[in-house]
C-alpha cells in the first residue's frame, strides 16, 4: 500500500480503488451463490425427487443418459461462437467498405477506380457467403443430430420409464 501510493504513483486514489475491489470482490462472492450453488442445490434436489419417483435402474438409465448425451453434444458440436464472431468480423468489414466508397464515390468515379472498388467490394462479399455458407452446411449436419439427442431420444426414455414404472406398481389383473 504505502509502495503503491507514495513511490510508484501509477495509482492516484488508492483508498478509493482498494475500497472499490473490495465492493467488487464481496458483490461476485455473494453472488456465486446464485450462479453455483443454487444450481447445484436444484440439480440434486431433482435428482432425489426423480429417484425417489421411479425405480432405481429407472433413474439410473434416464441420468446416464442425460451424462452420455450430454458429452456427446459436447465433444459434436460445431463451434458456433467462432463462426458468429467471424460472421459479425466480416459483416463489420463488407459494411465498413461500403461507406468507404459512398463516401469516396466522387474520386474513385473521377480517377476511373471503378473495377478495382467493386473487386474489393466483391472479394469481402463472397468471403461473408461463405462463411454463411459453412454455418448453413454445420447447421444441416448438426440440427437432426441435435433434435434426435434432445427430443426425439428423451421422449423415447421417458416413454420406456413410465412403462417399467407401470409395469413395476401395477399387475395385469389390477
Not at 478509493?16 to 458483490?27: G, Y
Not at 442425460?66 to 468489414?93: Q, T
Not at 407401470?166 to 389383473?173: F, G, H, I, V
Request: aromatic letters at 10%; hydrophobic letters at 40%; proline letters at 2%.
Amino acid at each position: 500500500y504505502y509502495k503503491l501510493k507514495n513511490v510508484d504513483g501509477r495509482i492516484d486514489d488508492l483508498d478509493t480503488r482498494l475500497v472499490d475491489d473490495a465492493n467488487e470482490f464481496s458483490e461476485t462472492l455473494s453472488g456465486m451463490s446464485d450462479r453455483l450453488c443454487w444450481p447445484i442445490l436444484s440439480g440434486l434436489w431433482y435428482a432425489s425427487r426423480v429417484t425417489s419417483a421411479v425405480s432405481r435402474n429407472s433413474a439410473i438409465l434416464m441420468w446416464s443418459y442425460m451424462a452420455g448425451a450430454g458429452i456427446v453434444l459436447k465433444f459434436v458440436m460445431p463451434n458456433y461462437k467462432a463462426i458468429v464472431a467471424e460472421i459479425s468480423d466480416l459483416e463489420g468489414k463488407y459494411k465498413r467498405v461500403h461507406n468507404n466508397v459512398r463516401a469516396a464515390a466522387e474520386s474513385i468515379a473521377f480517377f476511373g477506380g471503378g473495377s478495382r472498388e467493386r473487386k474489393v467490394v466483391r472479394g469481402r462479399l463472397e468471403s461473408l457467403i461463405d462463411v454463411h455458407v459453412r454455418k448453413a452446411w454445420l447447421d444441416v449436419w448438426f440440427g437432426p443430430l441435435r433434435h434426435i439427442l434432445l427430443h426425439v431420444a428423451p421422449d423415447k426414455l421417458q416413454d420406456t420409464i413410465k412403462f417399467n414404472h407401470l409395469a413395476e406398481k401395477y399387475r395385469d389383473e389390477e
